[in-house]
């Protein structure tokens, strides 16, 4: 059985500061790995995804993850945060070959929280 | 182009009465998921629809959920005898059914059990 583990419930920052959002994860299987995010009063979506590959992968706004296999990680970091980026992060495991990316399995969420 | 819909948006009911959870995926999306997501608990896993069938319910928490989907697009989950622990934001995303593409969510419908 998969399982995602987020250490940290929240996380306070002030803006400009670098932020690391952690995520570990449990498989006996190969995996896909996300991190979605939900924005005050929106639906969840996606923010990065890893399939293959490159084992780092950037989003548009200039979040970034780098899947580690051996620490079975998948930490989420950027360097300058800006109060827009204040939200829940959810990492998120599926099983390669499960389908339509499997059922995707979810930590508990990270809420950040970004001060000016 | 329109995104999922969920309906109704908050829902109060009474313990021991019924409720219907209404999602209306992205036109063409084939697979669809419903989530429960209870506070401090993250997103659990419910049921998982590709076209009108259930691949996997493992994640239904007990025979008083259910969920169906009709025509291959909307579907509907329902709680029956609700009890206050069923109080969460129920969650329902769809998509094409391709490995590469993500998952789009509803905002969800907040249901309080009182």
Do not use: M
């Amino acid at each position: 059985a998969q399982s995602v583990t987020q250490l940290d419930s929240q996380v306070p920052v002030f803006e400009e500061a670098p932020v690391e959002l952690r995520c570990n994860y449990s498989s006996s299987v190969s995996v896909y790995l996300f991190w979605y995010v939900q924005y005050p009063n929106q639906g969840l979506q996606l923010l990065l995804k890893y399939l293959s590959g490159s084992t780092l992968v950037e989003s548009i706004n200039g979040f970034e993850a780098e899947f580690n296999k051996s620490q079975t990680s998948f930490h989420l970091r950027k360097p300058s945060v800006h109060i827009s980026d204040t939200a829940e992060y959810f990492c998120a495991v599926s099983e390669k070959g499960g389908g339509s990316q499997g059922n995707l399995i979810f930590g508990k969420g990270t809420k950040l929280s970004v001060k000016p | 182009g329109a995104g999922v819909s969920q309906s109704p948006s908050n829902k109060v009911t009474e313990k021991g009465k019924d409720v219907e959870l209404r999602c209306d995926p992205i036109s063409g999306h084939t697979a669809l998921y419903w989530y429960r997501q209870s506070l401090g608990q993250g997103l659990e896993f419910l049921i998982y629809f590709q076209g009108n069938s259930a691949p996997d319910k493992s994640g239904l928490p007990s025979d008083r959920f259910s969920a169906e989907r009709t025509g291959g697009s909307v579907s509907t989950l329902t709680i029956q005898r609700t009890q206050q622990e069923d109080s969460a934001v129920y969650l329902c995303a769809s998509t094409p059914g391709t490995v590469n593409s993500p998952l789009h969510f509803g905002n969800g419908t907040r249901l309080t059990v009182t």
